[in-house]
């Protein structure tokens, strides 16, 4: 998607030179835009601990090239394979619970470990990395064409502007390109469909603000950033169309795990009879898992990414604390949508409903294996 | 209630100087504890509008405050009435949709009419002023004699800590003591009730976090602050026994329009069979209104309020930026709750359904009026 008016994804080679690969330092957007490069695997590392890079699919495709890197900087002799080894370890303990990040791993190193030669693993590394990045591309645009059918068939019936509501930032920055619940929107605004979106901002992290908002601005996507309270008063008031929101993870019943209110909201678009999709591709489906509520585990993070908030002071990115200094405060990260509460899921083989029967419908070979 | 162990209300005359009338300063809560001398009518006129003092109740008894200052600064000679009558406007003025502000200057021009000497009249209306405040006090204690049942109801039931959530701040601090919703808390742990309150922090002011925070850290109260994206997550999980928030306007039938975020709470605890009470004093209700989320009107502030956040850096408190600079945001101030998820109310007179019934079987005198 677009920067400034220029084509960015969110990891690529530098061109002319594929020895240093590029990301954009998102812990500085929205008010800082500055483009990184990483030549070492402990460049790698750093930057998806520090959360210069997150969203699982770009932590995937950043742990890829951070593998290929592993191979081009490994010695070129007996300690080849302990350098790789090392450095799989070292990429994967960067965020314990991404899953995402230890399935790229593995398929780096079966990539290297197809070939004899050093030069063919470091080959074969870049292809994988390269596929890595260019699958979710693909995934992701899949899914906002599929999408774009629910926007454009409301845009047909109503005829005015629709508005749709997202939660934190299943965006472009949080993929290599395009994202997952902006794509829809992404290909219905492309399209010329009149479109406008409320933007949560999505505490305790802001990402809704700092993120789809900034992307959103950058594509010209007419937006409005809002509280999270806001949402139930909007769609009382006919002020909502449609809400489309990501995932981290789908139960095979329709379960939906995303950033913690987006059951309140959920809640809010059944009582006001809206339609509420979550898109995600099909890597976020638990094809073991029944009861989202009672299974899925809500991460709890450190307190104070609620206490303190940051942004923009005279210029510099600073942090303030809001309540007092000695009340406890606890920051759980997801909640679970239940299935009832969920119209369907926009994935890229196609829009289906969020139950059992749907989901396996349109992924048979799953079926299979259970 | 307590500050540092000290007993304070939110506003007071100076001990032994009833010419100076004190306030704390709540724009720097919780991180800075300071009191305001106000003296003159301008003083209280810019504690309004500045909102060092802010909730309905609480302006309410500012004005009253602001109105014997008036008399008592008031040139003792023709122009007495005329600097009564600039006074009563200035102080309305400050804050133009807030009722409870009018309805107190007028209550204070009518106690400065009923006296013929100028002493007579500054007598009536100190006396006027300081009924206002501990009829306020005496309401709010009602409704956490009141309120206190329901929380004690579970405690016997369960025999366990009760978990109470609450939305903003409908706390002392917003009414000259006790307030409303935290009213039956105060009660309740006082008698010895094991509870534990979960506080939304309420953006975008944050008067969760800030004010309600303090006010139960500083009674030495359990509670713990959360963003207003996690009630759902706790409702799920058994975590919250019971809401109660405050009510800015109810209609007759028993909708309640309050802070922002409300509704969406209300529809969690619904979810989750949780019982969701408003606390409130019957100046609150409307006693025209039928359908509250048609007809009460949604104030939109500045959408400053959500861009730029406020807390303690370096001991100094500053505000951050969030969202890009360019942009738009929206900030809608309350929403409405319709009766249907409301399980009561909490009145001075006593708990009723949310319902025109039962809250006309409470005050049976404006079923006359209509």
């Known amino acids: 998607m677009k920067i400034k008016g220029k084509h960015y994804r969110t990891i690529w080679e530098k061109p002319g030179d594929n020895t240093t690969i590029r990301i954009i330092d998102q812990t500085l957007l929205p008010h800082k835009f500055e483009i990184v490069n990483l030549r070492t695997v402990d460049d790698f590392a750093t930057a998806i601990k520090d959360m210069l890079v997150r969203g699982a699919p770009l932590i995937g495709a950043t742990a890829g090239y951070g593998m290929y890197i592993a191979a081009l900087n490994a010695p070129k002799n007996d300690y080849f ?91 472009w920055l949080a993929t290599v390109d395009f994202g997952t619940a902006t794509s829809p929107i992404y290909h219905a605004f492309e399209s010329g469909i009149d479109l406008h979106v409320w933007v949560d901002e999505t505490r305790p992290r802001n990402q809704g603000a700092k993120l789809t908002a900034f992307e959103l601005g950058e594509q010209g996507v007419p937006h409005t950033v809002i509280v999270d309270n806001a949402g ?68 709890e993070r450190n307190p104070d990414e609620v206490r303190f908030i940051d942004g923009l002071n005279s210029g510099e990115i600073k942090n303030v604390l809001v309540p007092p200094e000695g009340s406890p405060v606890a920051n759980f990260a997801f909640d679970v949508t239940p299935a009832r509460l969920v119209t369907g899921l926009i994935t890229e083989r196609g829009i289906c409903k969020a139950d059992k029967n749907s989901i396996m419908e349109l992924f048979p070979e799953k079926n299979e294996v259970k």
């Open 81 to 171: 394979s302990d350098f790789i080894n090392i450095s799989a370890k070292k990429l994967i303990s960067t965020r314990p619970t991404a899953k995402n990040l230890e399935w790229a791993v593995n398929e780096m190193i079966g990539a290297i470990q197809s070939e004899n030669t050093i030069d063919g693993k470091i080959g074969a590394a870049l292809a994988k990395a390269r596929k890595i990045a260019d699958d979710d591309v693909e995934q992701c645009r899949k899914i906002g064409v599929y999408g774009m059918d629910i926007i454009s068939e409301i845009f047909q019936k109503t005829g005015k502007r629709v508005n749709i509501l997202t939660h934190c930032n299943a965006g």
């Open 232 to 299: 139930g008063h909007l769609m009382q008031h006919g002020l909502v169309d449609l809400v489309i929101v990501g995932s981290d993870r789908t139960t095979r019943t329709g379960d939906v795990a995303n950033k913690i209110g987006t059951y309140l909201k959920a809640l809010a678009a059944m009582d006001n009879n809206i339609p509420f999709y979550a898109a995600l591709p099909s890597t976020t489906i638990d094809w073991e898992m029944e009861d989202g509520i009672k299974n899925i585990p809500i991460e």
